[in-house]
């Protein structure tokens, strides 16, 4: 199995398991990386459904930033910042031209922070219908990135 199946599956099974999208792009990535520590997934939490429900950024796209900041984060001030940034805006790009948008609002059609949109996710199996393909083809993206600058990396 290839890396990239491997951390869509894994962040497929977390996703669906209960963590919210966020939450299963971040540990999926961090295990996958081995740098898993024991504020992961709670740091992601407050991010899924677009910060808390607000249908802003999609929790999916924000966990694969903060993954691509595991693997490529700096860690003082002193450490390059572009490389880590310029592989958030290819991130974000390639969500945005694959789904049409990167707001969680715009790709569930759904209000969440209402009892009536939340029960119009349930009622139209959005997290199985929609959700699950958000997470899953943003976690190929992260590996995509993290394959392809493996031996910058190393």
Same mark, same amino acid.
């Given at each position: ?34 740098? =898993? =520590?024991?504020?992961? &997934? ?11 429900r607000r249908g802003s950024v999609c929790g999916a796209l ?6 691509v900041g595991l693997a490529y984060g700096r860690s003082k001030?002193? +450490? +390059? @910042?572009?490389?880590? /940034? ?6 974000? +790009? ?16 759904? +209000? ?21 393909? /958000? ?15 493996? &031996?910058? @990396?190393?």
């Amino acid at each position: 199995m290839t890396f990239k199946k491997e951390l869509s599956d894994r962040a497929v099974s977390l996703f669906n398991s209960g963590l919210n999208c966020a939450e299963s792009l971040l540990l999926s990535t961090a295990e996958s990386l081995h740098r =898993c =520590c024991p504020f992961i &997934p709670a740091v992601a939490t407050g991010f899924g459904a677009g910060f808390g429900r607000r249908g802003s950024v999609c929790g999916a796209l924000t966990g694969g930033i903060m993954a691509v900041g595991l693997a490529y984060g700096r860690s003082k001030p002193s +450490d +390059d @910042r572009d490389r880590p /940034y310029g592989y958030a805006r290819e991130l974000y +790009d390639r969500f945005q031209k694959e789904f049409g948008s990167v707001l969680c609002r715009e790709l569930t059609d759904c +209000d969440l922070t209402t009892p009536e949109g939340r029960e119009k996710f349930d009622k139209q199996k959005i997290h199985q219908e929609k959700c699950v393909n /958000y997470v899953s083809r943003c976690a190929e993206m992260v590996a995509e990135m993290v394959e392809a600058a493996a &031996p910058e @990396r190393a």
